[in-house]
């Protein structure tokens, strides 16, 4: 398996990523908006690829103000799920955080007791990313409630206890990656 990662925006590599990401999240960011991030210098997308095959993506954000890298989406192909390519596409993804000095990795998770939902939250314990219990976020202009998960890259990373706090480094991102 081959893994790439690229801060610039790439039409042709998007093209090859394009369809897992559509499948994954159908409600997720406009293209627009992701080339936008690009150009903006806050967002890097991971690729895992066997051959010419995609079988995996990733966008992850910086977010401003801490060395935190943001998990926005991650992705292996449908057809490809349950048999552990998730946990070591992360675990590439997280090796590349390390060697850019990220000192933790953020994410929001879906929390409604759904058993999607419950399985994605499964998945990111098995990543070894902890949950921030004590907040949950809700957005204005999207139902789910959501919480905060966190994980530590450097043993001298400041933690993160509180959700809300996790969540301003969340929220900022998100508001900087839809300004135009």
Same mark, same amino acid.
């Given at each position: ?19 897992? /990401? ?112 004590? /907040?949950?976020?809700? /957005? ?41």
């Amino acid at each position: 398996m081959e893994f790439s990662t690229t801060d610039k925006w790439d039409e042709a590599l998007w093209q090859k990523v394009r369809k897992i /990401y559509l499948k994954e999240f159908e409600e997720g960011k406009p293209e627009n908006i992701i080339k936008n991030m690009f150009s903006k210098g806050i967002c890097f997308l991971h690729v895992l690829m066997e051959g010419q095959d995609t079988i995996a993506m990733a966008l992850t954000g910086r977010v401003h103000g801490r060395p935190i890298m943001l998990i926005d989406y991650l992705a292996v192909r449908r057809d490809l799920q349950g048999k552990g390519i998730g946990l070591i596409f992360f675990e590439k993804i997280k090796d590349w955080a390390l060697s850019r000095n990220f000192e933790m990795m953020l994410l929001e998770a879906e929390c409604e007791q759904t058993p999607d939902n419950l399985a994605r939250i499964r998945f990111w314990k098995k990543c070894k990313f902890e949950l921030l219990e004590d /907040y949950t976020h809700h /957005y204005i202009w999207v139902p789910e409630p959501y919480k905060a998960m966190w994980q530590p890259l450097k043993p001298d990373a400041v933690p993160l206890t509180e959700g809300r706090e996790a969540f301003r480094y969340i929220t900022a991102f998100h508001r900087k990656s839809f300004r135009t």
